[in-house]
Protein backbone atom coordinates (compact mmCIF):
# COMPACT_ATOMS: atom_id res chain seq x y z
CA UNK A 1 0.00 0.00 0.00
CA UNK A 2 1.63 3.48 -0.49
CA UNK A 3 0.34 5.85 1.87
CA UNK A 4 -0.80 9.16 1.15
CA UNK A 5 1.91 10.68 4.06
CA UNK A 6 5.42 9.87 3.94
CA UNK A 7 6.20 8.76 7.52
CA UNK A 8 9.66 8.71 9.36
CA UNK A 9 9.61 4.97 10.41
CA UNK A 10 12.81 2.85 12.19
CA UNK A 11 13.08 -0.51 12.91
CA UNK A 12 15.04 -1.07 15.33
CA UNK A 13 15.48 -4.73 15.10
CA UNK A 14 17.81 -3.61 12.07
CA UNK A 15 18.73 -0.64 12.70
CA UNK A 16 16.93 1.03 9.84
CA UNK A 17 14.51 2.84 7.99
CA UNK A 18 11.87 1.48 6.92
CA UNK A 19 8.88 2.46 4.24
CA UNK A 20 5.19 2.34 5.06
CA UNK A 21 4.35 -0.37 2.76
CA UNK A 22 7.45 -2.63 3.75
CA UNK A 23 6.62 -2.07 7.54
CA UNK A 24 2.69 -2.79 6.86
CA UNK A 25 3.23 -6.09 5.24
CA UNK A 26 5.23 -6.97 8.63
CA UNK A 27 1.60 -6.67 10.27
CA UNK A 28 0.01 -8.97 9.01
CA UNK A 29 0.84 -11.91 11.11
CA UNK A 30 0.81 -10.46 14.18
CA UNK A 31 -2.32 -10.72 16.50
CA UNK A 32 -1.59 -7.57 18.34
CA UNK A 33 -0.66 -4.02 17.13
CA UNK A 34 0.65 -1.71 20.05
CA UNK A 35 0.49 2.24 19.05
CA UNK A 36 2.14 4.37 22.04
CA UNK A 37 1.39 7.91 20.89
CA UNK A 38 1.59 11.29 22.15
CA UNK A 39 -2.36 12.39 22.18
CA UNK A 40 -4.35 13.84 19.88
CA UNK A 41 -1.59 15.09 17.42
CA UNK A 42 -2.87 15.25 14.02
CA UNK A 43 0.06 13.20 12.03
CA UNK A 44 0.15 10.23 14.44
CA UNK A 45 -3.85 10.19 13.53
CA UNK A 46 -2.94 9.66 10.09
CA UNK A 47 -0.40 6.94 10.86
CA UNK A 48 -3.35 4.58 12.85
CA UNK A 49 -5.84 5.54 9.79
CA UNK A 50 -3.53 4.18 7.23
CA UNK A 51 -2.42 1.31 9.54
CA UNK A 52 -6.12 0.55 9.38
CA UNK A 53 -7.19 1.04 6.25
CA UNK A 54 -4.51 -0.72 4.90
CA UNK A 55 -4.82 -3.88 6.71
CA UNK A 56 -8.60 -3.49 5.67
CA UNK A 57 -7.30 -3.23 1.60
CA UNK A 58 -5.06 -6.23 2.52
CA UNK A 59 -8.46 -8.27 3.35
CA UNK A 60 -8.64 -8.25 7.44
CA UNK A 61 -10.55 -7.44 9.97
CA UNK A 62 -8.39 -5.14 12.09
CA UNK A 63 -10.57 -4.41 15.84
CA UNK A 64 -9.36 -1.65 17.11
CA UNK A 65 -8.68 -0.85 21.46
CA UNK A 66 -8.87 3.12 22.34
CA UNK A 67 -7.56 4.04 25.75
CA UNK A 68 -9.50 7.16 25.63
CA UNK A 69 -12.90 5.21 26.24
CA UNK A 70 -12.93 3.78 29.75
CA UNK A 71 -14.95 0.35 29.89
CA UNK A 72 -18.23 1.92 31.21
CA UNK A 73 -18.25 3.73 27.85
CA UNK A 74 -18.64 0.80 25.46
CA UNK A 75 -22.20 1.26 25.04
CA UNK A 76 -21.45 4.64 23.13
CA UNK A 77 -18.79 3.32 20.82
CA UNK A 78 -21.48 0.45 19.78
CA UNK A 79 -24.56 2.73 19.50
CA UNK A 80 -22.86 5.15 17.26
CA UNK A 81 -20.92 2.49 15.37
CA UNK A 82 -24.32 1.28 14.60
CA UNK A 83 -25.93 4.38 13.10
CA UNK A 84 -28.16 4.41 16.50
CA UNK A 85 -27.34 7.29 18.05
CA UNK A 86 -25.59 10.52 16.00
CA UNK A 87 -21.59 11.52 16.71
CA UNK A 88 -23.13 15.00 18.57
CA UNK A 89 -25.23 12.63 20.91
CA UNK A 90 -22.00 10.20 21.56
CA UNK A 91 -20.11 13.20 21.64
CA UNK A 92 -22.37 14.88 24.86
CA UNK A 93 -22.42 11.21 26.23
CA UNK A 94 -19.07 10.87 26.30
CA UNK A 95 -18.10 14.48 27.61
CA UNK A 96 -20.15 13.83 30.73
CA UNK A 97 -17.79 11.11 31.76
CA UNK A 98 -14.50 12.21 33.34
CA UNK A 99 -11.80 10.96 30.37
CA UNK A 100 -11.50 14.71 29.11
CA UNK A 101 -10.27 13.91 25.32
CA UNK A 102 -11.52 15.62 22.27
CA UNK A 103 -13.52 12.51 21.06
CA UNK A 104 -13.61 15.13 17.54
CA UNK A 105 -9.87 14.36 16.85
CA UNK A 106 -10.38 10.76 17.03
CA UNK A 107 -14.07 10.62 14.84
CA UNK A 108 -12.26 9.86 11.49
CA UNK A 109 -10.94 6.44 13.16
CA UNK A 110 -14.39 5.72 14.59
CA UNK A 111 -15.78 6.41 11.05
CA UNK A 112 -13.20 3.94 9.56
CA UNK A 113 -14.58 1.26 12.15
CA UNK A 114 -18.14 2.00 11.21
CA UNK A 115 -17.74 2.17 7.64
CA UNK A 116 -16.20 -1.36 7.42
CA UNK A 117 -18.07 -2.86 10.31
CA UNK A 118 -14.68 -3.34 12.84
CA UNK A 119 -14.90 -3.61 16.47
CA UNK A 120 -13.64 -0.91 19.00
CA UNK A 121 -13.47 -1.82 22.63
CA UNK A 122 -13.18 0.90 25.19
CA UNK A 123 -10.00 -0.49 27.38
CA UNK A 124 -9.49 2.13 30.23
CA UNK A 125 -10.60 2.45 33.62
CA UNK A 126 -12.24 5.44 34.38
CA UNK A 127 -10.29 8.38 35.39
CA UNK A 128 -11.55 9.13 38.37
CA UNK A 129 -11.07 6.06 39.50
CA UNK A 130 -7.14 5.84 38.76
CA UNK A 131 -6.86 9.68 40.28
CA UNK A 132 -8.56 8.75 43.59
CA UNK A 133 -5.87 5.32 44.08
CA UNK A 134 -3.10 8.25 42.72
CA UNK A 135 -4.46 10.33 46.13
CA UNK A 136 -5.58 7.77 48.43
CA UNK A 137 -4.72 4.61 47.34
CA UNK A 138 -6.17 1.05 46.27
CA UNK A 139 -9.85 0.71 47.77
CA UNK A 140 -11.32 -2.71 47.55
CA UNK A 141 -14.91 -1.88 46.66
CA UNK A 142 -13.55 -0.27 43.35
CA UNK A 143 -11.57 -3.44 42.51
CA UNK A 144 -14.53 -5.49 42.76
CA UNK A 145 -16.62 -3.28 40.80
CA UNK A 146 -14.13 -3.88 37.73
CA UNK A 147 -13.19 -7.45 38.47
CA UNK A 148 -9.37 -6.55 38.53
CA UNK A 149 -6.98 -8.14 41.03
CA UNK A 150 -5.21 -6.20 43.74
CA UNK A 151 -2.33 -9.01 43.73
CA UNK A 152 -2.29 -8.28 40.36
CA UNK A 153 -1.71 -4.43 40.61
CA UNK A 154 0.28 -4.62 43.38
CA UNK A 155 2.70 -7.81 41.89
CA UNK A 156 4.08 -5.51 38.82
CA UNK A 157 7.38 -6.66 37.76
CA UNK A 158 10.26 -4.51 39.18
CA UNK A 159 11.31 -3.39 35.78
CA UNK A 160 7.79 -1.94 35.66
CA UNK A 161 8.07 -0.31 39.11
CA UNK A 162 11.56 1.22 38.42
CA UNK A 163 10.18 2.69 34.98
CA UNK A 164 7.32 4.29 36.03
CA UNK A 165 9.40 5.29 39.53
CA UNK A 166 11.64 7.01 37.03
CA UNK A 167 9.13 8.98 35.40
CA UNK A 168 7.40 10.12 39.26
CA UNK A 169 11.03 11.23 39.58
CA UNK A 170 11.05 13.49 36.74
CA UNK A 171 7.66 14.98 37.82
CA UNK A 172 6.96 14.59 41.46
CA UNK A 173 3.39 15.54 42.87
CA UNK A 174 3.08 17.17 46.52
CA UNK A 175 -0.26 15.04 46.67
CA UNK A 176 1.06 11.98 45.18
CA UNK A 177 3.38 9.67 46.88
CA UNK A 178 5.33 7.34 44.58
CA UNK A 179 4.02 4.29 45.82
CA UNK A 180 0.36 6.03 44.75
CA UNK A 181 1.41 7.15 41.39
CA UNK A 182 2.95 3.49 40.72
CA UNK A 183 -0.60 2.04 41.71
CA UNK A 184 -2.41 4.92 39.59
CA UNK A 185 -0.57 3.48 36.67
CA UNK A 186 -0.76 0.02 37.11
CA UNK A 187 -4.70 0.30 37.64
CA UNK A 188 -5.09 1.27 34.31
CA UNK A 189 -2.34 -0.94 32.84
CA UNK A 190 -4.11 -3.79 34.33
CA UNK A 191 -7.85 -2.59 33.69
CA UNK A 192 -6.57 -2.18 29.99
CA UNK A 193 -4.93 -5.86 29.63
CA UNK A 194 -7.83 -7.30 31.34
CA UNK A 195 -9.76 -5.85 28.78
CA UNK A 196 -8.45 -6.97 26.17
CA UNK A 197 -7.75 -10.41 27.38
CA UNK A 198 -11.22 -11.00 28.09
CA UNK A 199 -12.22 -9.99 24.23
CA UNK A 200 -9.44 -12.28 22.71
CA UNK A 201 -10.35 -15.08 25.05
CA UNK A 202 -13.84 -14.45 23.80
CA UNK A 203 -12.89 -15.43 20.58
CA UNK A 204 -15.05 -11.99 18.87
CA UNK A 205 -12.44 -9.85 17.91
CA UNK A 206 -10.88 -9.81 14.54
CA UNK A 207 -7.11 -9.55 14.38
CA UNK A 208 -4.88 -8.19 14.52
CA UNK A 209 -6.47 -6.08 17.27
CA UNK A 210 -4.80 -2.47 17.19
CA UNK A 211 -3.87 -1.05 20.35
CA UNK A 212 -3.78 2.56 20.73
CA UNK A 213 -2.39 4.54 24.14
CA UNK A 214 0.07 6.98 25.35
CA UNK A 215 3.03 5.39 24.85
CA UNK A 216 3.83 4.98 28.90
CA UNK A 217 1.72 1.89 28.74
CA UNK A 218 3.27 0.04 26.41
CA UNK A 219 7.14 1.00 26.01
CA UNK A 220 9.48 -1.90 26.48
CA UNK A 221 6.96 -4.46 26.46
CA UNK A 222 6.23 -3.01 29.98
CA UNK A 223 2.73 -2.51 31.15
CA UNK A 224 -0.54 -3.90 28.98
CA UNK A 225 2.22 -5.96 26.76
CA UNK A 226 3.13 -8.32 29.30
CA UNK A 227 0.19 -8.58 31.32
CA UNK A 228 -1.87 -9.32 28.56
CA UNK A 229 1.03 -12.42 27.77
CA UNK A 230 0.55 -13.10 31.19
CA UNK A 231 -3.44 -13.29 31.32
CA UNK A 232 -3.37 -15.48 27.67
CA UNK A 233 -3.48 -19.32 27.85
CA UNK A 234 -2.10 -19.55 24.48
CA UNK A 235 1.02 -17.30 22.90
CA UNK A 236 0.62 -13.96 21.32
CA UNK A 237 2.43 -12.49 18.55
CA UNK A 238 2.85 -8.44 18.95
CA UNK A 239 4.35 -5.20 17.59
CA UNK A 240 5.17 -2.59 19.48
CA UNK A 241 5.24 0.98 17.90
CA UNK A 242 5.93 3.67 19.85
CA UNK A 243 5.57 7.60 18.61
CA UNK A 244 9.38 9.76 19.66
CA UNK A 245 9.39 13.77 19.14
CA UNK A 246 12.21 14.28 16.26
CA UNK A 247 14.92 15.22 19.03
CA UNK A 248 14.38 11.66 21.14
CA UNK A 249 16.70 9.32 21.11
CA UNK A 250 14.84 5.86 21.27
CA UNK A 251 16.36 3.59 24.09
CA UNK A 252 17.06 -0.16 23.23
CA UNK A 253 14.54 -2.05 23.48
CA UNK A 254 11.78 0.64 23.74
CA UNK A 255 9.85 -0.61 20.49
CA UNK A 256 10.33 -2.91 17.22
CA UNK A 257 9.71 -0.07 15.70
CA UNK A 258 9.79 4.04 16.14
CA UNK A 259 8.02 7.00 14.46
CA UNK A 260 9.43 10.15 14.31
CA UNK A 261 7.20 13.32 14.33
Same mark, same amino acid.
Request: one cysteine or more; glycine letters at 8%.
Given at each position: ???? @?????????? !??? =??????????????????????????? %??????????????????????? @????? *??????????? $????? *?? *?? %???????????????? %??????? !?? %?????????? #????? $?????? #?????????????? =?????????????GVYKKHPHEDI??? !??????? =????? @?AETIAYHMTAG??????? $??????? =????????????????????????? $???????????????????
Amino acid at each position: MESA @MTYNILDTRE !NIP =IDFGMFLSTLTDKDIIYIGEFHQVPEI %LSFQIDIISGLVLKGFKPSIGLE @MFNVL *QQKIIDYYIAG $VIPFE *QM *QG %LYEMGPEGFDVTHYIS %LIDIASR !NR %LKIIALNIPR #NVASA $VARHGL #NRHELKAFSIDEEE =IRGCSKKYRETIAGVYKKHPHEDITEE !NFILAQS =IKDEM @MAETIAYHMTAGALGLPLI $VITGRGH =IEYGLGIPERVKEKLSRSVSDTIIA $VLYEDERPDEGMADYILRI
